[in-house]
């Protein structure tokens, strides 16, 4: 009885024909409806009044100690003594994912009201301005370590954070927002109790207010974007927000809706600092009453985040002037009764959700470009470099592993024990913020040559296992016979041993590139400008500005366009290696005796 058998050739070969005939469908697929740009101001139009629970809600907060009295002159201000890691320039720390407070938009600068004010405040002081992406729960301690001058991120100023940076005056304030499926029975942040799936962001004030306050046990998430994909995905419960990024990010004809919002009593939203860089915090504060003066602050305030603000709060030090702002209460009023009457949405099928989320066209065609020339060339630049440090570092623990030296097999064990034992996140945050001070004036303060070490230093570990295991694979008679030859030991195993070992674990090796490839995307945890931007950051950027999954897939399809080729390639090569020639090639030997008795 004979039976089909289907080669794994033949089966990745139309996986790959899936994953191109997905891309032509969507080709000719009608487009998706456009997307809202959530990395633009969204300006007086979107206007909103105080919530009605705010009243209540901040009754009773402990004094200001914070906010100074009054600042120093800005004419005063020695820029030369701000303790600046390079001179005349603010170096920022910021995120990528969190419009409309801070984002990168369409052209690919960093933006959002945030940054927008602090790019005011350094034209107010005379000086440049970077901002580096990062993400929230490394961003106070690189500020710490001085990694970055400033960290902009819509931070809600508390003790404990008090305890590890130093802030400036306010410029903001923290409404949370309660964020919940459309026609969830959660009608306030009363309605929370435990058993509900409640979604933060890791390490934001949000998720402290979740634990101390509502004493409830929430489900933490690395981004914004991530906790509210969960949301609507049916996932969660609820998303305590704060009240920009809610705005920002819930669109209509979401399933979901913000029900309420409440005052943070955690005082007011500011920029953190380095503890014992003083001057530039009062400089900043200098440069905040000044913008405050001038109408600046106001008028990004009205752009960006146009909200009334809550009884008694202004931003800036105590002798700042009030800003003067546009009625928003009568403006919210206005736009909703000029607005054309939403009637019911039509529910979607599941075929048009999953077409909606994740096969937008337009969006494919945006993302493309910035996934090729700035994501492929820095993806392939850190998989390539840490590759390279992870070969050869990776053959000297292999090598030292089997010595018989307990002083070479020993550091090579607890080596590869740690390395592989750790998360990579961990590693890399720990390479970044411990070594990067130290060699910072060495590197200019670029990622890369630490998170290239960082990656290296991890598929060093990995590939040390492989190499072993491939050496000692290895039939001892190889070793045996050469040494009867006359070789030495090194020269057995670098010439006959090693290259037999190499050859039969080239496809684990391939899976060790592969996976640093993915790997890669981690380094982001370090700060990266918009441009050192590597293929997955690139498309979740986008995301982030569009609220739309499909640049995550146009990303996905990037790293499969380097996997396949590259697993099938290795293929190749491993299968020619174990045959020695095609099957069709002449034996050279029977071919020169052939020719000879010619």
Same mark, same amino acid.
């Given at each position: 009885?004979?039976?089909?058998?289907?080669?794994?050739?033949?089966?990745?070969?139309?996986?790959?024909?899936?994953?191109?005939?997905?891309?032509?469908?969507?080709?000719? *697929?009608?487009?998706?409806?456009?997307?809202?740009?959530?990395?633009?101001?969204?300006?007086?139009?979107?206007?909103s009044?105080?919530?009605?629970?705010?009243?209540?809600?901040?009754?009773?907060?402990?004094?200001?100690r914070?906010?100074?009295?009054?600042?120093?002159?800005?004419?005063?201000?020695?820029?030369?003594?701000?303790?600046?890691?390079?001179?005349?320039?603010?170096?920022? @720390?910021?995120?990528?994912?969190?419009?409309?407070?801070?984002?990168?938009?369409?052209?690919?600068?960093?933006?959002?009201?945030?940054?927008e004010?602090?790019?005011a405040?350094a034209?107010?002081?005379?000086?440049?301005?970077?901002?580096?992406?990062?993400?929230?729960?490394?961003?106070?301690?690189q500020?710490?370590?001085?990694?970055?001058?400033?960290?902009?991120?819509?931070?809600?100023?508390?003790?404990?954070?008090?305890?590890?940076?130093?802030?400036?005056?306010?410029?903001?304030? @923290?409404?949370?927002?309660?964020?919940?499926?459309?026609?969830?029975?959660?009608?306030?942040?009363?309605?929370?109790?435990e058993?509900?799936?409640i979604?933060?962001?890791?390490?934001?004030?949000?998720?402290?207010?979740?634990?101390?306050?509502?004493?409830l046990?929430?489900?933490?998430?690395?981004?914004?974007?991530?906790?509210?994909?969960?949301?609507?995905?049916?996932?969660?419960?609820?998303?305590?927000?704060?009240?920009?990024?809610?705005?920002?990010?819930?669109?209509?004809g979401?399933?979901?809706?913000?029900?309420?919002?409440?005052?943070?009593?955690?005082?007011?939203?500011?920029?953190?600092?380095?503890?014992?860089?003083?001057?530039?915090?009062?400089?900043?504060?200098?440069?905040?009453?000044?913008?405050?003066?001038?109408?600046?602050?106001?008028?990004?305030?009205?752009?960006?985040?146009?909200?009334?603000?809550?009884?008694?709060?202004?931003?800036?030090?105590?002798?700042?002037?009030?800003?003067?702002?546009?009625?928003?209460? *009568?403006?919210?009023?206005?736009?909703?009764?000029?607005?054309?009457?939403a009637?019911?949405?039509?529910?979607?099928?599941?075929?048009?959700?999953?077409?909606a989320?994740?096969?937008?066209?337009?969006?494919?065609?945006r993302?493309?470009?910035?996934l090729?020339?700035?994501?492929?060339?820095?993806?392939?630049?850190l998989?390539?470099?840490?590759?390279?440090?992870?070969?050869?570092?990776?053959?000297?623990?292999?090598?030292?592993?089997?010595?018989?030296?307990?002083?070479?097999?020993?550091?090579?064990?607890?080596y590869?024990?740690?390395?592989?034992?750790?998360?990579?996140?961990?590693?890399?945050?720990?390479i970044?913020?411990?070594?990067?001070?130290?060699?910072?004036?060495?590197?200019?303060?670029?990622?890369?040559?630490?998170?290239?070490?960082?990656?290296?230093?991890?598929?060093?570990?990995?590939?040390?296992e492989?190499?072993?295991?491939?050496?000692?694979?290895?039939?001892?008679?190889?070793?045996?016979?050469?040494?009867?030859?006359?070789?030495?030991?090194s020269?057995?195993?670098?010439?006959?041993?090693?290259?037999?070992?190499?050859?039969?674990?080239?496809?684990?090796?391939?899976?060790?590139?592969?996976?640093?490839?993915?790997?890669?995307s981690?380094?982001?945890?370090?700060?990266?400008?918009?441009?050192?931007?590597?293929?997955?950051?690139?498309?979740?950027?986008?995301?982030?500005?569009?609220?739309?999954?499909?640049?995550?897939?146009?990303?996905?399809?990037f790293?499969?366009?380097?996997?396949?080729?590259?697993?099938?390639?290795?293929?190749?090569?491993?299968?020619?290696?174990?045959r @020695?020639?095609?099957?069709?090639?002449?034996?050279?030997?029977?071919?020169?005796?052939?020719?000879?008795?010619?």
């Amino acid at each position: 009885m004979s039976s089909l058998r289907v080669s794994p050739l033949s089966v990745k070969t139309f996986a790959l024909a899936l994953v191109i005939g997905m891309i032509a469908a969507m080709g000719l *697929a009608a487009p998706a409806a456009a997307q809202t740009d959530q990395c633009s101001p969204p300006g007086p139009e979107s206007a909103s009044a105080l919530p009605t629970n705010l009243a209540t809600a901040a009754t009773g907060p402990e004094a200001d100690r914070y906010t100074t009295p009054d600042v120093q002159p800005l004419d005063s201000v020695d820029v030369t003594a701000l303790g600046l890691s390079q001179p005349g320039t603010l170096t920022v @720390g910021t995120l990528s994912d969190a419009p409309p407070s801070i984002c990168i938009d369409s052209a690919g600068q960093f933006t959002g009201f945030d940054n927008e004010l602090l790019r005011a405040v350094a034209d107010k002081l005379g000086l440049q301005i970077n901002f580096v992406g990062t993400e929230f729960s490394g961003l106070l301690a690189q500020v710490a370590a001085r990694r970055f001058d400033v960290g902009s991120s819509s931070i809600t100023t508390t003790d404990a954070r008090r305890r590890t940076v130093g802030f400036t005056n306010g410029y903001d304030f @923290g409404y949370f927002s309660l964020v919940v499926p459309t026609g969830s029975p959660i009608t306030g942040f009363d309605k929370l109790a435990e058993g509900q799936r409640i979604g933060v962001v890791q390490g934001t004030v949000q998720e402290a207010y979740v634990i101390d306050t509502l004493k409830l046990e929430p489900v933490k998430y690395p981004d914004y974007n991530t906790v509210y994909a969960s949301l609507k995905s049916g996932q969660l419960d609820a998303w305590v927000a704060p009240s920009q990024q809610a705005q920002g990010t819930v669109q209509p004809g979401d399933p979901a809706q913000i029900i309420e919002n409440t005052f943070s009593l955690d005082n007011f939203v500011a920029w953190a600092v380095a503890l014992d860089n003083q001057p530039l915090i009062d400089a900043l504060n200098s440069g905040l009453d000044a913008i405050i003066a001038d109408g600046t602050w106001a008028r990004l305030y009205s752009d960006w985040v146009p909200r009334a603000l809550p009884p008694g709060w202004k931003p800036g030090s105590k002798a700042a002037p009030d800003p003067q702002l546009p009625d928003f209460t *009568a403006l919210a009023e206005r736009n909703k009764e000029s607005a054309a009457p939403a009637g019911p949405a039509e529910p979607k099928s599941t075929l048009s959700q999953l077409r909606a989320a994740f096969l937008d066209w337009d969006l494919y065609k945006r993302a493309i470009p910035d996934l090729f020339t700035t994501g492929l060339p820095n993806t392939l630049i850190l998989t390539v470099s840490a590759s390279i440090i992870g070969l050869v570092l990776g053959m000297a623990l292999a090598v030292a592993g089997i010595s018989r030296s307990r002083w070479l097999r020993w550091p090579a064990r607890v080596y590869t024990d740690i390395f592989r034992g750790l998360p990579e996140v961990v590693i890399i945050l720990l390479i970044g913020l411990g070594i990067g001070p130290v060699v910072g004036h060495l590197t200019g303060n670029n990622p890369y040559p630490l998170g290239i070490a960082a990656l290296g230093l991890m598929a060093a570990a990995y590939i040390g296992e492989i190499f072993r295991s491939g050496i000692q694979s290895v039939d001892p008679g190889q070793l045996e016979a050469s040494r009867a030859l006359g070789f030495s030991y090194s020269t057995s195993m670098r010439l006959v041993v090693i290259p037999q070992g190499v050859r039969r674990v080239l496809p684990a090796l391939m899976n060790q590139f592969i996976s640093l490839l993915k790997a890669s995307s981690l380094v982001y945890f370090l700060g990266l400008i918009a441009n050192q931007r590597e293929l997955f950051q690139v498309g979740r950027d986008l995301n982030a500005q569009t609220g739309n999954l499909s640049p995550l897939v146009a990303a996905g399809l990037f790293y499969l366009a380097l996997t396949i080729p590259l697993t099938h390639l290795v293929n190749f090569i491993d299968a020619r290696l174990r045959r @020695g020639r095609r099957p069709d090639e002449e034996d050279p030997l029977v071919l020169s005796t052939s020719q000879e008795m010619n």
